[in-house]
């Protein structure tokens, strides 16, 4: 070969890879800043605490789900996988519930200064929400469930889903509707609980980046006694007890498991853990301001601030993981 063929020779390209769409755990984090802008609303009713700060929290949280629809809406037009692919995706799937989840949080927001727009939202995602669950149940009844994959987020279609849909009812007024969905937040519960139980206690170990959903555990109590009061008023009654214990001891779970968490690295994984504990924070507020025992407002600050920093150092390590532009060549 002479030299001119080896100039005339084509020179190979790289062939990118079409770009994966969003992993739908990125979704968590409009649920962890609706777990704190919740809690920062139980203080601004219970401990006097300026009202903008949950206002503008609020914002914030419909800002980042709605920029979350419109980056997953945007990337997934840019590939070759599909929607329901990803749906169907044994460890992603269940997690997609978190969109409509987060609507109705907002929307039993906006019911305060625009109810009828705030009732429209509301209702709008109980239906996404309740038609997902559906959809959920039938796939995995179908043959489409496997021990290995399952965790922590498997409570998000119903359970969530459930607890979240009977509070937001009853924000807006359908407490009829609120009660239904309560009975299906407790159902659930008790099934997809023993599921999920089975799995972490008798299979193999959950791989790291699915550790962090064993936080998920203690939200259902928490998001149900919420609910509750939501429902039948802030009163101490039987199943209002019955949801403060089973919390405690789901909290005391997780403090037995903080050896296990301070061995992972940090990730996008960790917002599964804002959620649940806001959850818990808030739960205990709520009864804190029920009880009134001695000193019970500066514990009641003590656990605001404390979760509110625990969300907000999650939220600037996450910021740092945004991978940075490469610099231009000169």
Known sequence: MNRS??????????????????????????????????????????????EFISTVLWVIVGAVWLGLMIAHTVRGSRTTDTLADQLRHPAQGP???????????????????????????????VVVAAGFAAWML?????????????????????????????????????????????????????VIGTLILTRVAVHQDLPAPLVPTLAIFVAPPAVGGSAWFALAGMHSDLVAMFLAGITTILALMQVALLPRYLRLSFSLGFWSFTFPYAAVARFA????????????????????????????????????LIPRPAPRPR
């Open 95 to 125: 997690i997609a519930a978190l969109l409509p989840v987060v609507g109705m949080l907002v929307g039993a927001q906006v019911h305060r200064v625009a109810s009828r727009t705030g009732l429209v939202i509301v209702v709008f995602f």
């Open 285 to 320: 507020v709520e009864w804190l301001g029920l009880e009134k025992p001695a000193e019970w407002k500066i514990w009641a600050w003590a656990v605001v601030l404390a979760i509110s920093a625990f969300i907000v150092v999650i939220a600037v390590r996450s910021v740092a």
């Open 138 to 190: 039938a796939h995995w009844v179908d043959g489409n469930l496997r021990m290995e994959s399952v965790h922590g987020g498997y409570f998000l279609p119903t359970v969530a889903g459930g607890y979240i849909a009977a509070g937001s009812l009853a924000h807006v007024g359908l407490p009829e509707l609120g009660y239904c969905a309560f009975a299906v937040g407790t159902f659930f519960w008790l």
């Open 5 to 50: 063929d080896v100039r005339q020779a084509p020179a190979t390209t790289a062939v990118t890879p079409p770009p994966t769409r969003l992993p739908l755990n990125t979704l968590a984090v409009a649920f962890g800043l609706a777990g704190l802008a919740g809690i920062w609303s139980v203080a601004a009713d219970q401990l006097g605490a300026p």
